[in-house]
């Protein structure tokens, strides 16, 4: 099946510094791509939605400033947690979508705010 | 809106039996996908079935079979012969059929095979 890479795995940053995480398609062009946010033993929560060239499609309660999200190729899309506090500590897992139903989960990035 | 619920937030079943994991959905549309996902200690999602909602015929892939009934909104996930690499995270979801619909998660079962 496509492959879906992020990175870092894990990161470690500061309070009210920013930290970017990458999210690639390794074979495949995603026309769509998704963040999710996911806190231990609950469930995947939708952030935002984004098609290669347009502006990304927040949830509801999901804060546009914080939480930048730019999909500037059809094989790269990335996160931008920005003046993190340790409540933005979670996993976050992006997902991409070629045209077709399949939609093809990276291997998550673990971020803990200090 | 739709939504998905999975009323077994644990379930424990030992190796070799057979376990089914609930799941039920709302959603006024007639045309959609419905999904279970697997997520290991590991994190990574692994899809594990899927079925489109206008075929009646249950889908199955090797020990992994469903039951849906749509009339009642219903999609179990039945595990046969439960093998210790079962033990996981299952999330039923739901998504619509244009092609940018969203991809809505259940609650999640989490799975002990016991040995």
């Known amino acids: 099946g496509a492959v879906v890479s992020q990175h870092p795995s894990w990161v470690i940053c500061k309070s009210g510094t920013s930290v970017k995480i990458e999210c690639r398609s390794l074979?495949?062009?995603?026309?769509?791509m998704f963040w999710y946010r996911q806190f231990p033993k609950q469930s995947l929560m939708l952030m935002a939605t984004s098609n290669e060239g347009s502006k990304a499609t927040y949830e509801q309660g999901v804060e546009k400033d914080k939480f930048l999200i730019n999909h500037a190729s059809l094989t790269l899309s990335t996160l931008t947690v920005t003046s993190a506090h340790p409540e933005d500590s979670s996993f976050y897992i992006c997902s991409a979508r070629e045209v077709t139903v399949e939609q093809y989960f990276g291997p998550g990035t673990r971020l803990t705010v200090t | 809106a739709q939504t998905v619920t999975q009323s077994q937030p644990e379930m424990s079943v030992q190796e070799a039996e057979t376990v089914t994991l609930s799941c039920t959905y709302d959603?006024?549309?007639?045309?959609?996908?419905l999904f279970w996902y697997k997520q290991p200690p590991s994190r990574q999602m692994i899809l594990v079935i899927r079925?489109?909602?206008?075929?009646?015929q249950n889908a199955t892939e090797n020990r992994f079979s469903v039951n849906f009934q749509k009339a009642a909104k219903s999609f179990s996930l039945k595990i046969s012969d439960s093998q210790l690499g079962d033990t996981a995270m299952y999330f039923c979801a739901f998504r619509g059929r244009t092609s940018y619909d969203k991809v809505i998660f259940g609650p999640g079962t989490s799975l002990s095979v016991i040995p």
């Open positions: 079925q489109e909602a206008y075929k009646q």
């Open positions: 959603t006024s549309e007639s045309n959609y996908y």
């Open positions: 074979d495949f062009q995603a026309t769509t």
